[in-house]
Structures are given as structure tokens and as C-alpha cells.
């Protein structure tokens, strides 16, 4: 073993490595089976695992589900999959199949990107935005970054019944509101935010006002679908392959 191969070893132990993990259920209560349902072309997960697996900064990807079919795609795709544990609640919340996962594959210093497949509408690139802002952000281990979508606050109503609705004012303390494509974390901050241990501080990585989009109808879907080929699909080329090798700016 030569030195230069000796100190790369020593490094990898003492840095935190970037793990991003997907969770995908088989079921849906709204939408059946929407994590496989056709976005573009492909299955809706497979473009939030594309994501992952083109991503620079990212070391590995694990897709966690309880449908081998997801998992038998995220091999194919170049991510790791992992068989969730059975619950007694097929509507548990996705935070439950994670922590499962992490806990047997990330050590407590080890960074998180927790990407939701129902929130497809990523740029090449946002991923490794995303992460390199948080690893620049002082006291990072002790913050979560989250994906925002800024609003732009209007007069609003409020349907009552067929004969009434009353108009609301605008909130001029609202510019963003939270969304759930990307999430970035230490292994152990996440844990303890999820056991409510002690004050979450965000650092916020805004998208554009179109990439809050979260898949949970077949309008929804549809919806997200033409936004994708508008903003994203261009001509046709897959975005994040593209990137990856360099041949898209971002």
C-alpha cells in the first residue's frame, strides 16, 4: 500500500460521509402505487433517484421500501436498496423507515440528504448546492438544512358554504414556506430533532417558486409532469446524466 492510498484511507475515516437516503413506499393511501406510476417517461421515483446517483458530492445512495419493485429499480439505477422493517402502520411517516436504515448504515457524524420521490421537480445540480451550503454554514452540525419555495402573499379567501366566503389579508411576515424536496443533517441531529430534543435552527436553500410541487393525486401528478418537460427535460436528454458529466451549466 503506497502512502498516498494510506492518507486517502486515514481521511476517509475522519470525514463525515454523504449518505442520501429515499424513502419509497409500495402503498399510497391517495395515490396508489405512486412511486412507480409513469412521470416522463420513467417511474416517479426513478428521477429522484437519478438525482442522487449524478450527484458530486454525494457517496452513496440507499433507497429504503417494502415494494421490490422500487428496490429492484434503485439497483438498477446505481443506489443500494433496503428492505424496510413491516410496520403496523402502512401510513407511518417516512422519518420511521429512515431512521431504521441510518442507524445500521451512517455513523453519528455522517451527513444526511433525505430527498422525498414525490418532490421530483430538482434542477441538475440542486442536490450539490445543497450540501456544499451546508457543510460552508458555521455550527452546521447543530442546523438542519431545508428546502424553501419563496410565496408571494395576496389577498386570500375563505370558502365557508355555497352562499358565503370572507376575504383574509395578506401576511407580510410570510416571503417562504417549507418544502419537502431536499433535507440535509448530521445522522445524530436528525435523531434528536426527531426525538424533539432541543431547538431546530434551518439553513434555508430556496428553490424556484415552481419546484414546490409535492405528488399526491393523479392532477398532481399530471401537473408536476408538464412542469418537468417545461423546466427541466429540455430536449429530451436526461438532466442529471448530463450534469454529471459536465456537460450541463448550472
Known sequence: MNEAHVHAEH??????????????????????????????????????????VNALTVDEVWVTSDSQRILDLAEALGA?????????DDDAPGYVPMLHLIGKVMRPEDVLVG???TSPLRRPGDVDLAVK?????????TKILQTFVPIHEDYRWRFLNDDCAMV???????????????HISTRKHYEDQIAAKGETYWIPYLL????????????Q????ELVFYKYILGEGLNPYEVYRKGGLKV
Request: glycine share 8%; aromatic share 10%; charged share 25%.
Open 221 to 224: 401528478l399530471g401537473f408536476a
Open 11 to 52: 481521511d476517509s475515516h475522519l470525514r463525515p460521509r454523504v449518505i442520501a437516503v429515499i424513502p419509497a413506499r409500495g402503498g399510497s393511501t391517495r395515490l396508489p402505487d405512486k412511486n412507480m406510476r409513469l412521470f416522463c417517461g420513467r417511474p416517479l421515483v426513478a428521477w429522484t433517484i437519478l438525482a442522487a
Open 80 to 88: 443500494k436498496p433496503y428492505l424496510r422493517p413491516e410496520v403496523e
Open 133 to 141: 451550503k451546508y457543510f460552508a454554514s458555521p455550527g452546521r452540525e
Open 208 to 219: 424556484e417558486t415552481w419546484q414546490g410541487f409535492d405528488v399526491n393525486t393523479v392532477d
Open 168 to 182: 383574509l389579508p395578506p401576511d407580510e411576515n410570510n416571503n417562504c414556506r417549507f418544502d419537502g424536496s431536499i
Open 115 to 117: 430527498l422525498m420521490a
